[in-house]
Structures are given as C-alpha cells and as structure tokens.
C-alpha cells in the first residue's frame, strides 16, 4: 500500500477535509485560525501534518497567504464533495431519528417549477407526508455542478446533451415543444397569419445566453434573416417574461405548456410553426455514482407520475 493509500484510508479525518476547504476559501492562516478558535500555529501545523502524511505539497506559503497547488486543488475538490455528503448523512440521520422520512434538495428550471413540482409535491405528501423538500431554481446549466458537487439530489429541466451529462443517470419527462408568446393585447395576437418579418419591430423576452434553448433558437432566427434582436431581455422567469410582454408588446418564447397552463389567460400563442428545436425533452438528471436516497426516488417516480397526467391533459 502506498503512502497516500495509507493515509487517505486511515489517517484522513473530518478536521482534515475542513482545514483544506477553509484554507481554499479565506487563503490564510489567520483567519483560518479565527474561525476555528485556535492558533496560527495550530493551523500550521495540521497542515503540515496532514502534508507530511501524504507526502504531497498542498499549499504554496508567502507573505499573502497560502496558495493550493495541483495537489492541494485536487484534494480541495473531494474534500467539498465529502463534506457534503457528510452534512447530507447528518441530515438523513436526524431526519430519521425525529421521525421525518428525509430531505430531498431539487434544482429546477424555473419555466417547469409551475408545470411539473405542484402535482408532484402533493403527491410526494400523500405518499410520504413526512419527507421534506427544498426547491432551487436556476438554468439547468446552473444547477448541473451543484449537482456534481452533491449539493442537489437531482435536477429538473432539459436534459444536457449527453456529451456534458456523462456520469449522470437520468429519466425523460415531458417532450414538449417551444413557441412563440405575446400578451393578448399585442398588435400581432389579432393577425391570423404571421411571416416572421412582421416580428422585426418588436422587443423580445429570450432565454439567457449559455441556457439550453438559447442557441438553437438563435440559429432559428437567423435562417429567418432576423438575427439577434436589437432590444431584448434575458430571463427564465416565466412570471417576469408574462408582465414585461404585456407591458412591452414584447414576444417570448418558452416551452408550449407554459402558455397552455397560464393562470392569468393572458398569452397568445402566435401563429408561426417553430421547426423542432434540436434540443432534448424535459427530464429529471440524478448522480449516477451517488444514487437516490429512497425519499429522491419516490420523488422521481411523483415526477414521472405527475409528467403522465401532463401528457394525457394536453
């Protein structure tokens, strides 16, 4: 057994994996020791301990602080995603012991929270009244490495291209197409017939640059010799979106059951056939190295459940 086999597998403790991460956030010594109450010294040693363990240089040491190397950046990395898990085993193991079935963390797009999450909580509560969930919303390319890092059970949205979801399981949901959207009052919403030329005077609503629907959608605009809009707003709330295309005769485009599923009626859908969009359906991306926690998979299978009634509705 080598050196770092040796200590990795016997050796390495809890206090290890937070000294390296605090060392990585605040880069010195100091305050590492402030917020640890103990001395500069004490810090200093550790580090040289857990260091003379391994054999490795972690850190670089000068007058500004310390400085992980390729070592100490590769270590810093797993000890993130342990400490983690860590945290995520201390929650399950208090859950468990107060009765409460577990807490499942779930990132999603914010054009599928209202669509998808409301039928699904409610049957997660029928099912398990005693599991919690905690919603985050962000882009799927946003919440991906929170996902890589343990910090989401699973993420909600279109799924990546199978190039960036390497090592992630996953469960299609929904294949829904996108469209074009305006607020009822918009001069084009009382036109039968649309060319695309007529939407040149308008401002838009567009998914951020970098999100999944944003480039093929771009590439759309310029088969249709319109290009980048000259006034536009990036979102991916559907909420912002609605008003501001009511406020601006501004045209939107999101996925199809947004419009359909709008409280407020106050979307038309414009006549003008979008071609498929080569991008993927909406689904659900978990960890393939970690799994599902009995709670995340009976999450997923209310997703899966919640995605079936979506379908035979539409």
């Known amino acids: 057994m080598s050196q770092i086999d040796s200590y990795l597998q016997v ?3 809890a206090r290890h994996l937070r000294l390296l991460v605090a060392l990585d956030d605040f880069g010195n010594l100091k305050q590492v020791a402030d917020i640890s109450h103990v001395t500069v010294p004490a810090v200093s040693k550790a580090l ?5 363990g391994l054999g490795l240089e972690l850190f670089t040491r000068s007058l500004q602080g310390v400085r992980p190397t390729a070592y100490g950046a590769c270590l810093i990395r797993h000890a993130r995603a342990m400490m983690v898990n860590i945290h995520n085993a201390r929650d399950d193991l208090r859950a468990l012991s107060s009765g409460v079935e577990g807490k499942i963390q779930v990132g999603i797009s914010p054009s599928w929270t209202s669509v998808l999450m409301p039928t699904s909580l409610t049957m997660l509560r029928q099912r398990s009244p005693g599991t919690n969930v905690l919603v985050s919303e962000a882009s799927t390319t946003n919440l991906l490495p929170d996902l890589w890092q343990g910090k989401l059970d699973m993420v909600i949205g279109r799924l990546a291209s199978r190039d960036a979801v390497n090592g992630l399981n996953e469960m299609e949901l929904l294949e829904e197409p996108v469209a074009l959207l305006t607020g009822r009052q918009h001069p084009l919403a009382k036109k039968k017939k649309l060319k695309w030329s007529d939407l040149q005077p308008y401002p838009w ?22 290009g980048l809009p000259h006034t536009y707003v990036e979102t991916l709330s559907h909420h912002l979106a609605t008003s501001y295309m009511q406020m601006n005769h501004a045209i939107g485009v999101m996925p199809l059951a947004a419009a359909q599923r709008d409280e407020t009626q106050s979307l038309h859908v414009l006549p003008l056939a979008l071609p498929k969009l080569l991008i993927r359906p909406v689904g659900v991306m978990w960890n393939k190295s970690r799994g ?3 709670a995340a998979q009976l999450m997923v299978d209310c997703l899966q459940k919640a995605a079936e009634q979506i379908q035979q509705a539409s």
């Open 11 to 13: 050796n390495l403790k």
């Open 205 to 226: 609503v567009l998914p951020p640059s970098g999100s999944l629907l944003r480039a093929p959608f771009d590439r759309i605009l310029e088969q249709h010799g319109l």
């Open 292 to 294: 599902l926690t009995p």
């Open 48 to 52: 040289a301990e857990l260091e003379r």
